[in-house]
């Protein structure tokens, strides 16, 4: 999909709030923050798109890697965001922004070197997070 559409009445009329983010290109990913509905984030390729909390404003941002396979928002700061790269690159597997996307710190460790597929957050632990790779968890 090339726009961003939401819907305040379950789904009866939509509005695009983010019309041909990347020029329409289809996004691959799309995360919305659990603690504000505002903050919505949508990847394509390299390019990371930030909705304003306060508009239906944009800002595009750069991606550590352009083969992202999961993009996941913290679950109490909307800033906080963690990505996760297929592919066979050795120690590019996840990555955290504290800043909505502005610098990247790879937490990859060492993550054994396995196309990565998912991450998930752990709702109640500070920074818990699972790593699903194509041979598993």
Known sequence: ???VYESLNQGNTWAVIGSELAGGADMT???IAPSNGNRIYAVQGANLYVKSVDSNSWTT???PSGNISDLEVDFVDVDLIYISAAGYADGQKVWR???AGDTWTNISGDLPNVSTGAIELVDGTDG???VGYDNGV
Do not use: T, V
Request: aromatic residues 14%; hydrophobic residues 35%; negative net charge.
């Open 29 to 31: 990913e799309l995360a």
């Open 128 to 130: 818990g997070i699972f």
């Open 1 to 3: 999909y090339s726009s």
């Open 97 to 99: 922004s504290s800043d």
């Open 61 to 63: 941002k750069s991606l």
